[in-house]
């Protein structure tokens, strides 16, 4: 079992015939459309309802984010507890390093 709010995992072996509660968890699809100072904004399609979310709770995964690109956030009695990103992300390198002589796979 997954603690989608602390992170923790937990082994535990259930006897045949028991029963456990399921939670009540929902995944909607959100788009991404824009940063406000440290909140990233995120809204339903269907009803422009907007989901706001901390830099904490969106992550590492800040770096690949783009506007207008739809997510998915896993909602948990209301609460945001989980949001994955598309599989693919195309994005558009704008700066590189310039090469030094004898970087290339050459050695030229």
């Known amino acids: 079992m997954k603690n989608y709010l602390s992170g923790n995992t937990v082994e535990k072996t259930f006897r045949a ?3 456990i ?6 995944k909607e699809t959100k788009q991404f459309t824009y940063k406000d100072g440290a909140q990233y904004v995120f809204m339903d399609l269907n009803t422009y309802e907007e ?3 901390n ?4 992550g590492d995964t800040t770096k690949w984010l783009k506007e207008g690109m739809d997510c998915n956030l896993l ?12 599989i693919t992300v195309q994005l558009k390198v704008v700066d590189v390093d310039p090469g030094l002589r004898g970087d290339t796979a050459q050695g030229k």
């Open 51 to 53: 989901v706001r979310l």
């Open 75 to 86: 909602f948990w009695n209301g609460k945001v507890i989980g949001f994955d990103l598309p």
């Open 55 to 58: 830099e904490s709770e969106v």
């Open 17 to 19: 015939g028991s029963s």
């Open 21 to 26: 509660e399921e939670a009540n968890i929902s």
